[in-house]
């Protein structure tokens, strides 16, 4: 008989404090293989920490955190060898090119020297940047920024995507195409996927289940449809955010390209 594959992500009782401030309380959570999952919940709930220890970049300090089986703190090199990471922050250098930003993570990711050309060629494809490949970084807009930072992180076919507020102050338009490009990768590589995000219709629409967090705590976690039912037939998943955290999702996150920068600290100094 063959074994069940391990959870693509599964964090048993992680804590994870900053001196006296709890960001991260005695959380448990799974992520199956294939599967887009949201951790929702307001500014310093303690998502992006959480986040960070997945991503290897903060060694769990109580708890333990597995990817497809793989410990984060005993596995650290491997675990990262399966990833990619759009962080909140900016992540790309604006004095190189597109393709030069995706040239160096693929050097980074270690991708063969005989495959670079083609994978880098292939995902400025996917995200719809081969005719600006060639251009300085620093001419690009906010939605072209975010895609630019998605190629980096695909280039390496990761079996984990993992999105910090991916989003945060693109217009619409610039949501939906980078949404689009995510969906397509999923699709085409069988990526399971891992977001945070602000924008509750974003959540509704592309994750299986989601997960809520406030000040470090699970509080709920389910299918958008579940979560919504338990509060009425009418419910919004911003009606369950604000059952489950007592806040407005007003001012979490701000719009218009210019801001992209400024939000993203924001977000990031907050946790």
Known sequence: MTADPPPAVEVTGLSHRFRDQVAVDDLDLTVSPGECFGLL???G????????????????????????????????????????????????????????????FARLYDVPRRERAARVAEVLEIVDLTDAADRLASSYSGGMVRRLELAQALVNRPALLVLDEPTVGLDPVARDSVWARVQEMQERYGMTVLLTTHYMEEADILCDRVALMHLGRLRAVGTP?????????????????????????EGQAKGGLRDVRGTRRTAQRMG
């Open 41 to 43: 919940g307001p500014n």
């Open 225 to 249: 449809n579940e979560l919504k039912a338990e509060l009425g037939p009418d419910a919004s998943l911003e009606d369950v955010f604000r059952h489950h955290t007592g806040e407005s999702l």
């Open 45 to 104: 709930a303690g998502k992006t920490t959480t986040l960070r220890v997945l991503n290897t970049l903060y060694p769990p300090q109580s708890g333990s955190v597995r990817v497809f089986g793989l410990d984060v703190h005993t596995d650290a090199m491997s675990v990262r060898r399966l990833l990619g990471y759009v962080p909140q922050q900016l992540s790309i250098e604006g004095a190189l090119s597109g393709r030069e930003n995706v040239s160096w």
